[in-house]
């Protein structure tokens, strides 16, 4: 299937059959918002459980919930007011706006695939040098201006004078500003993580490609605080896991996907212990919820490429359509965000690391003049202290001049040495308090879930008729069984509607069809990925008098069918669903697809 196809496919599909569609639609829609149908919601849910379990639940993390709208400070200080941007220029003739490096990247005759990475100068200067023309009106794009635009929705928060706000361009930040808080739950102790599934908001210049670049999405990211002198991963439980690389360094010089085991990949210098860990874990995941691992990889960002608050990053790409997509983003965040946070809130977001023996330090302390500060700067003053008593501990070496600069309330003022009656004691410390680093994995849940359509779609034969399906695993198809009586029969029809309900109660996701052929509702929940259909026909009736009845399993992606006792049922599925019983109960060699 070509690239134009598997697109245009899923999008058929997904909003036939209820996965998605474009918001408002009744409006004319709205570029970059979607829209999860009834099977879409059920597979983003089972997607999303997935992910807890593996990245929450196991590990035993905690969980959060922030608001989607955080107050202007809080971004100010994550630096996403001044480093959020994306590239755009706009038509001279018809006025659209386009993202500029995708232009380069998408013209036929560029050798560029990360033209982000080559900074905003280049890209404007690829514009001329390739030809790049309006994709919507062909007027050239050739020496016109490549500006800088900030992703976030602003909005208000409150009525009058209000305070301005923003929503959230990640889920991180709604963990990191409650950072002194959740050391608390922890008790203070590194390593912890807290993870967030939720919503977050990019005004996107060209929203694209389905699912791939939208404006409003679901991400769920785990945020890994861990002490970087002494904590490390454990590389034992994902040492032989192999991993296809494609470093930086291989893309500077032309090379390929690289597969290492992780244990070679940190050895060798080309992954970092912690983020090979997460690249360990998270490979393994992807193939359990359906993931072509012919179809991925690991990239690395270069340095022209990676967020303002990243020291490194390497993202899960997968193929579609002929083109690869980022899943998801791996970072080492350092102590970028919390350090900032601490600095412009005032606030501690440190953690107090105990000694195993209590050390003797010389310590800078300062003893600020107040009989002098408060008359010289009013209301200032005691923000001024702070400020001298930070300095202090950060560099002592200031106070070698003869005056200091330290900002307050939004100033800078140069106050005189003597005035902090700077000086270094000698103290005996149980402890310090150490700034945590932080480890990110960030996952896209919108493009994980256009991924396992893409991936798992499929079309065959049955009885020369075409046939299309999608092989979703178990534990994510909306609908795990179809209950469907072989004919509208009302005996039929009642012992199914019995069935049905005893799957149900016992937490099954489980349809009923009665509605034409038995051949066609197989046919449509295959286009859904129900791995199960079980058929109540009239032996089935018949038997349910001596309480011998039997119904008929018929698996999705072979067609093969198993006889099976209504006493056992529950018992069946219950092994289908964890995928331990689908060898087992279907012949998946030889058998007649019906």
Not at 51 to 65: C, L, Y
Not at 327 to 332: D, L
Not at 420 to 444: D, K, L, Q, R, Y
Not at 549 to 557: G, M, N, Q
Request: glycine content about 8%; charged content about 30%.
């Amino acid at each position: 299937m070509n690239r134009e196809d598997e697109l245009a496919t899923v999008g058929e599909l997904g909003k036939r059959r209820g996965f998605f569609f474009g918001t408002a639609e009744a409006y004319g829609g709205v570029g970059g918002f979607f829209t999860y149908g009834p099977e879409g919601a059920a597979l983003k849910r089972n997607l999303e459980d997935a992910w807890r379990d593996r990245f929450v639940t196991r590990p035993g993390h905690m969980e959060v919930s922030a608001p989607d709208v955080l107050p202007e400070p809080v971004f100010e200080a994550s630096g996403h007011l001044d480093g959020f941007d994306d590239m755009i220029v706009d038509c001279p003739a018809c006025g659209t706006a386009h993202r500029a490096d995708h232009l380069v990247e998408d013209h036929p005759d560029s050798e560029y695939e990360d033209a982000e990475a080559l900074g905003i100068e280049r890209v404007a200067e690829l514009l001329g040098e390739l030809g790049v023309d309006c994709p919507d009106c062909g007027a050239s794009l050739a020496n016109e201006s490549v500006e800088e635009f900030n992703l976030m929705f602003e909005t208000d928060i409150g009525p009058g004078s209000s305070q301005p706000g923003y929503l959230r361009p990640e889920t991180a930040q709604g963990i990191f500003v409650e950072f002194p808080r959740l050391k608390e739950y922890a008790r203070g102790q590194l390593p912890f993580g807290v993870a967030q599934v939720g919503a977050a908001y990019r005004n996107e210049i060209a929203p694209r490609r389905g699912l791939i670049r939208v404006r409003a999405f679901t991400q769920a990211e785990l945020e890994h605080f861990i002490d970087p002198e002494t904590d490390e991963p454990p590389l034992d439980d994902v040492a032989d896991v192999e991993l296809p690389l494609y470093s930086a360094a291989a893309q500077e010089a032309g090379g390929g996907v690289e597969t290492r085991t992780v244990r070679e990949a940190v050895d060798e210098g080309v992954v970092a212990p912690w983020i090979a860990y997460y690249l360990g874990i998270a490979r393994d995941w992807y193939a359990s919820v359906g993931v072509d691992m012919d179809r991925f990889r690991y990239r690395q960002h270069r340095s022209g490429e990676r967020a303002h608050y990243a020291a490194d990053c390497w993202d899960a790409e997968t193929e579609i359509a002929g083109d690869w997509v980022e899943v998801t983003g791996f970072a080492i965040r350092g102590d970028y965000d919390l350090t900032n946070h601490a600095a412009a809130s005032g606030e501690e977001f440190t953690v107090f690391k105990q000694y195993d023996e209590p050390k003797t330090v010389e310590r800078a302390t300062v003893d600020p003049d107040m009989a002098t500060l408060g008359p010289e700067y009013g209301d200032a003053a005691a923000e001024i202290a702070a400020a001298l008593e930070r300095l202090a501990a950060r560099d002592p070496d200031a106070f070698e001049a003869a005056t200091v600069p330290v900002e307050a309330d939004g100033e800078t003022y140069e106050v005189d040495t003597d005035l902090a009656n700077f000086g270094v004691e000698t103290v005996t410390e149980s402890g310090e308090h150490i700034t945590p680093h932080v480890i990110e994995p960030s996952f896209g849940i919108g493009r994980l879930f256009y991924t396992i359509l893409a991936h798992n779609y499929h079309e065959d034969e049955v009885d020369g008729e075409p046939r299309r399906y999608l092989s979703l695993p178990a534990e994510l198809a909306p609908t795990f069984a179809c209950v469907a009586p072989l004919v509208t029969d009302d005996a039929l029809v009642e012992q199914a509607e019995s069935v049905r309900e005893e799957l149900r109660a016992a937490g099954f996701a489980v349809d009923y069809d009665e509605s034409g052929s038995i051949g066609r509702r197989y046919r449509r929940q295959d286009e859904i990925g129900t791995p199960v259909c079980v058929t109540i026909d009239h032996e089935t009736v018949e038997q349910a008098e001596h309480d011998t009845a039997t119904v008929t399993l018929r698996d999705r992606d072979t067609t093969a069918q198993a006889r099976v006792p209504v006493a056992d049922l529950l018992e069946h599925l219950t092994a289908l669903r964890a995928g331990t019983e689908f060898a087992a109960l279907f012949d998946r060699d030889g058998v007649e697809q019906v």
